[in-house]
């Protein structure tokens, strides 16, 4: 069965550090791989996807993700955190021919000045 | 994209009644799905709606608790039923545009008390 783990509850760095958002896998087949934000009483918003193109995936408002099949890993990172970026992160998972859009149990990152 | 509109965008219930939440997509769409999310929890899948089929639920949802209506490509109603305050959550409704992805309505925020 399709999976996704995401390692870290709450994830705080600083204004202008690196973030690391993990994001591990399990899936029989190649996955598609989604990172999703949610901002304080809005709905999901889809940050950027793997789709079996390109290992290294570029999103929205700075954010890129890259897939690692020998690691089952799809760690969302930032290089320069902004307060504006403070939300919860979900990562997801397609399996292929499986329909279903299946939720990690989320990240809540905090960034303080 | 895809610009998805629910109705009520929140509401207060008392237990033991019932409440329909109204989902609007802005183009005709094949999949919708409807997801919970509990407070400060993940989004757990409902079910799958598809135009001119039954819906198809998760484990854990019945279609007594939870009917869906789908009458046609760009809607979909989700009621639920004999509400309790474990029903407080947040209820999203969500379309798939192709294979890959996926987009939520800014979902409807339940309180049962």
């Known amino acids: 069965a399709q999976s996704v783990t995401q390692l870290g509850s709450h994830v705080s760095v600083s204004e202008g550090a690196l973030v690391l958002l993990r994001c591990n896998y399990s899936?029989?087949?190649?996955?598609?791989l989604f990172w999703y934000v949610q901002y304080p009483n809005q709905g999901l918003q889809l940050l950027l996807k793997?789709?079996?193109?390109?290992?290294l995936v570029k999103g929205i408002n700075g954010f890129e993700a890259e897939f690692k099949k020998s690691e089952t890993s799809f760690h969302l990172t930032k290089p320069s955190a902004h307060m504006s970026d403070a939300a919860e992160y979900f990562c997801a998972v397609v399996s292929g021919g499986y329909n279903k859009l299946i939720f990690g149990a989320g990240t809540r990152l905090a960034v303080h000045p | 994209s895809a610009v998805i509109s629910q109705k009520p965008s929140r509401d207060i219930c008392q237990r033991g009644t019932s409440l329909t939440i109204q989902c609007q997509v802005d183009?005709?769409?094949?999949?919708m799905f409807w997801y919970r999310q509990q407070p400060g929890q993940s989004l757990t899948l409902i079910a799958t709606a598809n135009q001119g089929s039954e819906a198809t639920y998760e484990s854990g949802f019945v279609i007594d608790k939870f009917p869906i209506s789908r009458p046609n490509l760009t809607f979909s109603t989700l009621t639920v039923s004999n509400m309790s305050p474990e029903d407080s959550s947040i209820y999203l409704c969500?379309?798939?545009?192709?294979?890959?992805?996926?987009?939520f309505g800014p979902g409807t925020r339940l309180t049962v008390t």
């Open positions: 793997y789709t079996s193109a390109a290992t």
């Open positions: 183009s005709q769409v094949t999949m």
């Open positions: 969500s379309v798939r545009r192709g294979s890959e992805e996926q987009y």
């Open positions: 899936s029989s087949v190649p996955p598609y």
